[in-house]
Each structure stands twice: as C-alpha cells, then as structure tokens.
C-alpha cells in the first residue's frame, strides 16, 4: 500500500526557518521524483517544486524562488522542504507528492501518490 507522510509542521515565527519532511513507503520512493505543493486558506493548492530522482535536478514554481529548497537522501528514504525568512503569507498546508517523472508534478501538478499533508502556521 502506498504511503506518504509529512512531518515537521507547526506553528513558527516570522522570520524564522522550518524544514519539512517526506517519507515513503509501498513504491520504490528513491526511483521517483517528488514534489511539494501547498494550499493556504481560502486559496487553491499550488506547486512549490519538484525534484527528480537522485536530487540532480530541482524545480521551483516562481513564488518559490529564493526561500524554499528542495532536497531527497534515497538512502534514508525521506524529502525535504526547507522554507526560510517564512512570512505570514507562508501559512498553509504543505503536500509531498510523488510520481514516476517530473512533467506530472510540475507541468500536469497531477501526481499519482499524495501525502495527508502537514500544517504550517506563520505567526508574528
């Protein structure tokens, strides 16, 4: 059965830095690429970025240029989400996601495997 699972949300100041966490099981998780996705309230989900396999090559939707970094160890299994300087604007559930290629995450943003998601709250 296959499972994501982020972690590491909670409530953070401004300004302060969060890294999230992704792990998998049930597919073989080091062969796909992932990508992390968020929704704030009242808004419609969008992507963050994606990653390939192995960490070669990493994409960022551009809201996310400059704070967000994207990272995987295959050999611990989990993804990783590092937000810096978060801003109250940063307040959202965060997605991982996962599929065979890139295109379904970052062009399609229709990936085969979801996470539940982890909520992060801003606050001043």
């Known amino acids: 059965q296959v499972h994501l699972a982020e972690s590491g949300g909670g409530l953070v100041q401004v300004g302060s830095s969060r890294r999230l966490s992704c792990t998998a099981s049930?597919?073989?998780?080091?062969?796909?690429?992932m990508g992390w996705f968020r929704q704030a309230p009242g808004k419609e989900r969008e992507l963050v970025g994606g990653?390939?396999?192995?960490?070669?090559?990493?994409f960022y939707a551009e809201s996310a240029k400059g704070r967000f970094t994207l990272s995987r160890d295959d050999a611990k299994n989990p993804g990783y989400l590092h937000i810096s300087s978060l801003k109250a604007e940063d307040t959202a559930i965060y997605y991982c996601?996962?599929?065979?290629?890139?295109?379904?995450?970052?062009?399609?943003?229709?990936?085969?495997?979801w996470g539940p998601g982890t909520q992060v709250t801003v606050s001043s």
């Open positions: 990653i390939i396999r192995g960490g070669g090559s990493v």
């Open positions: 996601a996962g599929d065979r290629s890139l295109p379904p995450l970052v062009e399609l943003q229709s990936p085969a495997y």
């Open positions: 049930g597919f073989p998780f080091s062969t796909y690429a």
